[in-house]
């Protein structure tokens, strides 16, 4: 996408208007159907404008600082999403923290890396990134997920439930792991997540936007999240009900909950792929899925331990399962810095497996 010099698309910040609109009404009253049903095409036009932006501020700050402001600014509000219905009570919440942040795993390691590297395979037939980058990304990622929803099987009385010092052992220690990674990436070692030499496509030839467009785009990009996860929060006690009356498990809502919070993220990696950007694509991925846990289970321990409410971490043994499996298979794939279809391929398929025995245990 070319970014635009002397302004914005009338819809770029038309549609986060509407949804704050929307937001605001729903809100104020009890929301019919019909504004429901309006609010659900409003937030799926919100995301293309969040992503919109979202380009617009990477192409202002360059890589890998852009991603990041993406990958950071959309686990904040997937954090303020959690932290409100872990408050609201009810019976699940206290597994909501663990299936949401797994799902976003999940979704992006399986489903949105196999489907940047499916759709870039097809057009480009061989890509290729840093391998530095990827494998410190994914040596942090492994960390991560086995201290926090590993490990809570083996160390607790309770099962998968930290006491309140291991949980904030837990915390301090995802802070560290991701503090270091952010550092890594933006100062210390940061030629190891840009595009190599000859690669990145037109859009990083063209002349970067002015500092009053990225800075008017980077607040309407906090907008539009606002409005994404305000609205998807609005749509859940419905989305619960639909899940109820299915009588399907309730962790698929913690699925779609990650999946509205990552949709602006997961348009704009596609997006990059399919321009022969694949850099960009790995950094808005793999920086997504550290930064959901890195900054997640810091913020909703911290919740628990002062309010008392009950969290638990740990995975099931299925669920165990499929990480150790996406683990392995993420080295594999991405070892050699180079990636075809086929290794999009089998990153969706393990994606609809875990879809699939999601909805039928």
Same mark, same amino acid.
């Given at each position: 996408?070319?970014?635009?010099?002397?302004?914005?698309?009338?819809?770029?910040?038309?549609?986060?208007?509407?949804?704050?609109?929307?937001?605001?009404?729903?809100?104020?009253?009890?929301?019919?159907?019909?504004?429901?049903?309006?609010?659900?095409?409003?937030?799926?036009?919100?995301?293309?404008?969040?992503? !919109?932006?979202?380009?617009?501020?990477?192409?202002?700050?360059?890589?890998?600082?852009?991603?990041?402001?993406?990958?950071?600014?959309?686990?904040?509000?997937?954090?303020?999403?959690?932290?409100?219905?872990?408050?609201?009570?009810?019976?699940?919440?206290?597994?909501?923290?663990?299936?949401?942040?797994?799902?976003?795993?999940?979704?992006?390691?399986?489903?949105?890396?196999?489907?940047?590297?499916?759709?870039?395979?097809?057009?480009?037939?061989?890509?290729?990134?840093?391998?530095?980058?990827?494998?410190?990304?994914? %040596?942090?990622?492994?960390?991560?997920?086995?201290?926090?929803?590993?490990?809570?099987?083996?160390?607790?009385?309770?099962?998968?439930?930290?006491?309140?010092?291991? =949980?904030?052992?837990?915390?301090?220690?995802?802070?560290? =792991?991701?503090?270091?990674?952010?550092?890594?990436?933006?100062?210390?070692?940061?030629?190891?997540?840009?595009?190599?030499?000859?690669?990145?496509?037109?859009?990083?030839?063209?002349?970067?936007?002015?500092?009053?467009?990225?800075?008017?785009?980077?607040?309407?990009?906090?907008?539009?999240?606002?409005?994404?996860?305000?609205?998807?929060?609005?749509?859940?006690?419905?989305?619960?009900?639909?899940?109820?009356?299915?009588?399907?498990?309730?962790?698929?809502?913690?699925?779609?909950?990650?999946?509205?919070?990552?949709?602006?993220?997961?348009?704009?990696?596609?997006?990059? %792929?399919?321009?022969?950007?694949?850099?960009?694509?790995?950094?808005?991925?793999?920086?997504?899925?550290?930064?959901?846990?890195?900054?997640?289970?810091?913020?909703?321990?911290?919740?628990?331990?002062?309010?008392?409410?009950?969290?638990?971490?740990?995975?099931?043994?299925?669920?165990?399962?499929?990480?150790?499996?996406?683990?392995?298979?993420?080295?594999?794939?991405?070892?050699?810095?180079?990636?075809?279809?086929?290794?999009?391929?089998?990153?969706?398929?393990? !994606?609809?497996?875990?879809?699939?025995?999601?909805?039928?245990?």
């Amino acid at each position: 996408m070319q970014v635009p010099q002397a302004g914005m698309p009338w819809w770029s910040w038309t549609w986060p208007a509407l949804a704050l609109v929307l937001l605001g009404a729903a809100l104020m009253t009890e929301p019919p159907v019909l504004l429901l049903g309006a609010a659900g095409v409003v937030l799926v036009a919100t995301v293309f404008a969040a992503v !919109f932006h979202a380009e617009v501020v990477a192409h202002r700050v360059g890589e890998p600082f852009g991603t990041l402001v993406l990958a950071l600014a959309v686990t904040v509000i997937e954090v303020a999403l959690i932290v409100s219905v872990m408050l609201g009570g009810g019976s699940g919440k206290t597994e909501l923290a663990r299936d949401t942040v797994f799902a976003a795993v999940m979704i992006i390691c399986n489903g949105l890396v196999g489907l940047c590297l499916l759709s870039g395979g097809v057009r480009h037939r061989v890509q290729g990134f840093r391998l530095h980058g990827a494998l410190a990304a994914l %040596a942090v990622l492994a960390a991560l997920v086995t201290l926090t929803l590993v490990l809570p099987n083996f160390v607790s009385t309770a099962g998968p439930v930290f006491t309140a010092p291991q =949980l904030l052992f837990a915390a301090a220690a995802s802070l560290v =792991l991701y503090g270091s990674f952010v550092f890594v990436q933006t100062v210390r070692h940061r030629d190891y997540f840009l595009p190599e030499s000859g690669t990145g496509g037109e859009k990083e030839h063209a002349a970067p936007p002015s500092g009053r467009l990225a800075l008017s785009s980077f607040g309407l990009l906090l907008v539009c999240l606002v409005a994404v996860v305000g609205l998807a929060k609005v749509l859940t006690p419905t989305l619960e009900w639909g899940i109820d009356g299915l009588g399907i498990p309730k962790a698929v809502s913690g699925i779609v909950i990650a999946m509205l919070v990552l949709m602006p993220e997961g348009v704009a990696a596609v997006r990059a %792929a399919r321009a022969d950007r694949l850099q960009t694509s790995m950094n808005l991925a793999l920086g997504s899925a550290l930064a959901s846990i890195g900054l997640t289970i810091p913020a909703v321990a911290l919740v628990s331990v002062l309010t008392g409410h009950p969290l638990a971490l740990g995975l099931g043994p299925k669920d165990q399962v499929l990480l150790a499996l996406t683990l392995l298979v993420a080295v594999i794939t991405l070892g050699t810095g180079r990636t075809t279809v086929l290794q999009g391929i089998v990153h969706l398929v393990i !994606f609809a497996s875990f879809l699939f025995f999601a909805v039928m245990p």
